[in-house]
């Protein structure tokens, strides 16, 4: 069993940073597909981002728009999410999640096997 804790989440004004962290722990294997979802209140869970333990090639949903940054370190087992030039509209709880594939950047909810408890990015304008 895989468990995954989020961390970092809060309030920010438009224009703000937060670098959000996911703590991995459990049988986690270098070859697993980590990625970041988030989800609005009346909207449905999106892909954010994706990274791959082994080699770190990530990839981005397009509303990204070279705001956010996938990074992992792992010595640590642990994933992050660096926000930058955030948005009212990035106000979301973001998830992080484990894929045990390593040969897609997974941009649906079925294609992920383990999931977190999420943690609740503002954005005020």
């Known amino acids: 069993q895989v468990q995954l804790v989020e961390s970092g989440g809060g309030l920010v004004q438009a224009g703000g940073s937060l670098r959000l962290s996911c703590a991995a722990s459990g049988r986690v294997f270098s070859s697993y597909t980590m990625g970041w979802f988030r989800q609005a209140p009346e909207k449905e869970r999106e892909f954010v981002a994706a990274?791959?333990?082994?080699?770190?090639?990530?990839y981005y949903a397009d509303f990204v728009q070279g705001r956010f940054t996938i990074s992992r370190d792992n010595a640590k087992n642990t994933v992050y999410l660096q926000m930058n030039s955030l948005k009212p509209d990035d106000k979301a709880v973001y998830y992080c999640a484990a894929d045990r594939a390593n040969w897609r950047f997974g941009q649906t909810l079925n294609e992920y096997h383990y999931w977190g408890q999420g943690t609740q990015v503002t954005v005020s304008s």
């Open positions: 990274i791959r333990w082994s080699r770190g090639e990530t």
